[in-house]
């Protein structure tokens, strides 16, 4: 059964990068044809897909944030990695690692940006 647990700080500051593990077990992230995604939801707001890896490695990012995201993978430790610059209270949100085909996800993990 494949599990996914988000992991990183609940707090950060303004302009600081964010940095989230996401780290599954029961599966590989290079199982064939799974995209390994974040994903998060702002409070009061509805869910905004930020980016994705797939099983090959290509990263995928929304046009949004492409500027400011970076996901990446150890599969050592079959971890995926969120990394989102210069963060603004317009950050804060649950954010959530899933996989797709069909979805799971994590439980989430509340981070807010405040000084």
């Known amino acids: 059964q494949v599990q996914l647990q988000e992991s990183g700080p609940g707090l950060v500051k303004p302009s600081q990068t964010l940095s989230l593990t996401c780290t599954v077990s029961?599966?590989?992230?290079?199982?064939?044809?799974?995209?390994w995604n974040w994903i998060r939801q702002p409070p009061g707001k509805g869910l905004e897909w930020m980016g994705a890896i797939g099983d090959s490695g290509t990263t995928y990012y929304s046009p949004s944030l492409k500027s400011r995201i970076s996901i990446s993978r150890d599969t050592s430790k079959n971890q995926f990695t969120l990394q989102l610059t210069s963060m603004t209270p317009e950050d804060t949100a649950v954010y959530y690692c899933?996989?797709?085909?069909?979805?799971?996800w994590g439980q989430g993990t509340q981070v807010t940006v405040s000084s």
């Open positions: 029961g599966g590989a992230v290079t199982t064939n044809d799974y995209y």
């Open positions: 899933a996989r797709d085909g069909p979805w799971l």
